[in-house]
């Protein structure tokens, strides 16, 4: 069982930065990729963006791409976001989440950061 645990959310200006981490409890060779998803107040949760976990590439939405990065540091089994130019837009709780193959939906599921982004 993987357990993921967010952390580094909190409250930031519009053009700031924040750096989100997805620490999980176990290597994660047998990974097939680690995804950042967000759901704000009132709405459905978005996909944020996505690393494959052998590879490192990396996929993101329209919305966040050329601002937020996605990396990985295998030593300390953590995934991290890092946002930049950071908008009103982009306040909600993010989430990390896992899957073990591209023929599994994402099972494990982080508790959530809140980002708050004040314009």
């Known amino acids: 069982q993987v357990q993921l645990v967010e952390s580094g959310g909190g409250l930031v200006q519009a053009g700031g930065s924040l750096r989100l981490s997805c620490a999980t409890s176990?290597?994660?060779?047998?990974?097939?990729?680690m995804g950042w998803f967000r759901q704000a107040p009132g709405k459905e949760r978005e996909f944020v963006g996505r690393?494959?976990?052998?590879?490192?590439?990396?996929n993101y939405a329209g919305s966040v791409k050329g601002r937020f990065t996605i990396s990985r540091d295998n030593a300390k089994n953590t995934v991290y976001l890092q946002m930049n130019n950071l908008k009103a837009e982009d306040t909600a709780v993010y989430y990390c989440?896992?899957?073990?193959?591209?023929?599994?939906?994402?099972?494990?599921w982080g508790q959530g950061t809140q980002v708050t982004v004040s314009s």
């Open positions: 989440a896992a899957r073990a193959s591209s023929v599994r939906p994402y099972e494990y």
């Open positions: 690393i494959f976990w052998s590879s490192g590439d990396t």
């Open positions: 176990e290597r994660t060779f047998s990974t097939y990729a």
